[in-house]
């Protein structure tokens, strides 16, 4: 599984991945914003399933939110100002947010 990064230079990860007998659970810990996905969490989202794909040992992941309000309310709009200005910067941050699915 892929390190854990801080987001925006805190020291607290929001996607935290942990794997128990070939179950990894991924947690997202935004609780405060009903757990919105940063663009930091979701290249962090990324990077975990990107990893995960080389792993044959793995049976399931779980996805779950922090907290008891929601699981993931989506994207976090409070970004969107600064992120996706021009055409250049939708599409990437279309692209980071977007999975690559390929059978091997």
Do not use: H
Not at 74 to 83: K, Q, T, Y
């Amino acid at each position: 599984m892929a390190e854990p990064a801080a987001e925006q230079g805190g020291t607290t990860p929001r996607v935290i991945a942990t794997e128990d007998r070939g179950v990894v659970q991924i947690m997202l810990r935004n609780p405060e914003k009903l757990n919105a996905l940063t663009t930091k969490m979701w290249v962090n989202l990324r990077r975990e399933f990107q990893s995960l794909t080389k792993r044959r040992d793995i049976r399931c992941v779980v996805v779950m939110g922090a907290g008891t309000d929601a699981f993931a309310a989506g994207a976090d709009i409070s970004e969107f100002e600064a992120l996706r200005n021009t055409r250049d910067q939708v599409e990437q941050y279309r692209d980071d947010r977007c999975l690559e699915t390929r059978t091997q």
